[in-house]
């Protein structure tokens, strides 16, 4: 016999509109409260009437994005291509933007328990095996943007093609030290999941072997999470050095940003002092006259956002993890151009 929302309020010790308000993420409960009810339902196995919850949604089906950073340049160009593709799909849309640890493991510990979406896109990071159980009980799809994830569908990059492209660029030009600048991003949880940001940092270490220069830790400086002024500072480590690099690769152009902002204060002029290639090709890039590696951002949150309507909908879905292309777009801050034009 089915276990009923009757089961769980017995079990946590209240009432039925208790259990309610917890399952619409009602406000209005006590934190100690929703966590007991919380436990009540996962140690039934209880599993929400989606229909009928469709039903007073008025048939609109509602599917959630899990943002790290909502003022991350990507994950907002990822976001504007999920958003258009539901909008004609004819789907609501429900933003979640996590700032700490510690608010991701509340989230998805409420979004978990079936509720609030009908679909789930988290972007950047894959989340622990035990919410991506509680997803799957309750027949909620889940896709990963922007990391690669061998249990649930994926849409990403080779970000080892990325940074392997920008450093033989460099190579290229001459430069035989070239500096990296990692982009950390969180470890993907023992998940089989991918760090970008390391993968990048693969791509740039077989372009050094592959020309036959030894690859030299010291020249890797490690930036926080998505921060032109944590770029900024990993850029100063670089360029204090009396070996300073003459070229950087880094692993995003908010990273690269920083690394402008640091070279023009130590007196460096882009490119004659510093050649700089970064990465993803937001909107600003262009503007700064940045090389990057392009990632199509837009593209990548298209098809994440494909494939979450098509499993919602109970469609076979035969590409269910995709890699998409990467590009080098080269511009003025690697001195490329400049040479062309010297000819």
Do not use: W
């Not at 006590?30 to 469709?54: C, D, F, H, M, S």
């Not at 799957?136 to 849409?155: C, K």
């Amino acid at each position: 016999m089915p276990v009923t929302i009757y089961d769980v309020a017995k079990a946590a010790g209240v009432g039925i509109s208790t259990v309610s308000r917890v399952l619409n993420e009602n406000t209005n409960v006590r934190e100690e409260t929703r966590i007991r009810v919380l436990e009540a339902i996962e140690a039934l196995g209880y599993k929400p009437n989606i229909l009928a919850r469709n039903l007073s949604r008025s048939h609109v089906q509602t599917v959630g994005v899990v943002l790290s950073y909502l003022t991350s340049p990507f994950q907002v160009t990822v976001l504007q291509g999920i958003e258009r593709f539901l909008a004609q799909a004819g789907l609501d849309l429900t933003i979640f933007s996590l700032e700490s640890p510690k608010r991701r493991e509340t989230l998805l510990e409420n979004l978990s328990h079936g509720r609030r979406c009908d679909g789930l896109i988290v972007i950047s990071f894959t989340p622990q095996q035990r919410f991506l159980q509680r997803f799957q009980r309750y027949h909620t799809p889940v896709v990963i943007a922007d990391f690669r994830d061998e249990r649930i569908p994926s849409v990403y990059v080779d970000n080892v093609e990325g940074g392997y492209l920008a450093t033989k660029h460099l190579l290229g030009l001459g430069h035989t030290r070239i500096g990296y600048i990692l982009d950390h991003t969180e470890p993907p949880n023992g998940s089989g999941g991918n760090e970008p940001g390391a993968d990048r940092q693969r791509g740039y270490v077989r372009a050094l072997l592959e020309a036959g220069i030894p690859f030299d830790p010291m020249l890797v400086s490690e930036s926080g999470l998505h921060s032109r002024e944590r770029g900024a500072v990993a850029a100063e480590r670089l360029l204090n050095r009396a070996d300073r690099p003459t070229a950087i690769f880094a692993a995003s152009d908010v990273i690269a940003l920083g690394v402008m902002e640091c070279a023009r204060k130590a007196g460096l002029a882009l490119p004659d002092d510093l050649a700089l290639v970064g990465f993803d090709d937001i909107e600003l890039a262009s503007f700064i006259g940045l090389t990057t590696v392009r990632q199509p951002m837009q593209e990548m949150g298209r098809h994440a956002a494909e494939i979450v309507t098509r499993l919602m909908r109970g469609e076979k879905v035969e590409r269910m993890s995709r890699q998409l292309p990467v590009e080098l777009v080269v511009r003025e801050s690697c001195g490329a151009l400049a040479l062309a034009e010297r000819g």
